[in-house]
T-cell receptor, first 116, second 111 residues
Framework: GAVVSQHPSRVICKSGTSVKIECRSLDFQATTMFWYRQFPKQSLMLMATSNEGSKATYEQGVEKDKFLINHASLTLSTLTVTSAHPEDSSFYIC????????????FGDGTRLSIL | QQQVKQSPQSLIVQKGGISIINCAYENTAFDYFPWYQQFPGKGPALLIAIRPDVSEKKEGRFTISFNKSAKQFSLHIMDSQPGDSATYFCAASNYGQNFVFGPGTRLSVLP
């Protein structure tokens, strides 16, 4: 069964709206979670690393004020796309795990965000 | 040095054939090499993984071959089925740090 749950699976909203995406680790406690963005027919682009109880680490070129990350518990990280615009439309995927030897990352099923 | 190269970009195989996807890396600190399978509209799912102290790992129809000296590894899908049609990503990490993904291979298995 799924070890990482992501919600919602699809969001359609108007430009200027803020959208929150949740990522939950179901079978384990995750001190670190990852947020990716994926454009059609492309690979995963790491946006940020979410750290429980501390600030997220953002990759170069990712606006931290645009993509707010909160990791308030060991099983939940949230990504909020603030004042979303059409160019923010994409497939957002979270993952957890991958910490330590032989530990794979487990991915959620992604959120398709469409900004009108 | 963090990059993982993957080829081919797309692959078409007849049902029952062997699908082969190749990856190469530069960072010798990488010590874990998983492969992920992604269907449209879904997140990637772990398929099989290998550590560099092993040259081959087989799970069902899926086999990873690993060449440490060449810094290359490949995924072989035996008896490919239409249900295997998906995008495959190789990845590499260093003890859970610096997880790097290849650009992906779109596999189409014809019935």
């Amino acid at each position: 069964g799924a070890v990482v749950s992501q919600h919602p699976s699809r969001v359609i909203c108007k430009s200027g709206t803020s959208v929150k995406i949740e990522c939950r680790s179901l079978d384990f406690q995750a001190t670190t979670m990852f947020w990716y963005r994926q454009f059609p027919k492309q690979s995963l682009m790491l946006m940020a690393t979410s750290n429980e109880g501390s600030k997220a680490t953002y990759e170069q070129g990712v606006e931290k004020d645009k993509f707010l990350i909160n990791h308030a518990s060991l099983t939940l990280s949230t990504l909020t796309v603030t004042s979303a615009h059409p160019e923010d439309s994409s497939f957002y995927i979270c993952s957890a795990g991958g910490q330590g030897a032989d530990q794979p990352q487990h991915f959620g099923d992604g959120t398709r965000l469409s900004i009108l | 040095q963090q990059q993982v190269k993957q080829s081919p970009q797309s692959l078409i195989v007849q049902k029952g054939g062997i699908s082969i996807i190749n990856c190469a890396y530069e960072n010798t600190a990488f010590d874990y090499f998983p492969w992920y399978q992604q269907f449209p509209g879904k997140g990637p799912a772990l398929l099989i993984a290998i550590r560099p102290d092993v040259s081959e790992k087989k799970e069902g129809r899926f086999t990873i071959s690993f060449n440490k000296s060449a810094k290359q590894f490949s995924l072989h899908i035996m008896d490919s089925q239409p249900g295997d049609s998906a995008t495959y990503f190789c990845a590499a990490s260093n003890y859970g740090q610096n997880f790097v993904f290849g650009p992906g291979t779109r596999l189409s298995v014809l019935p």
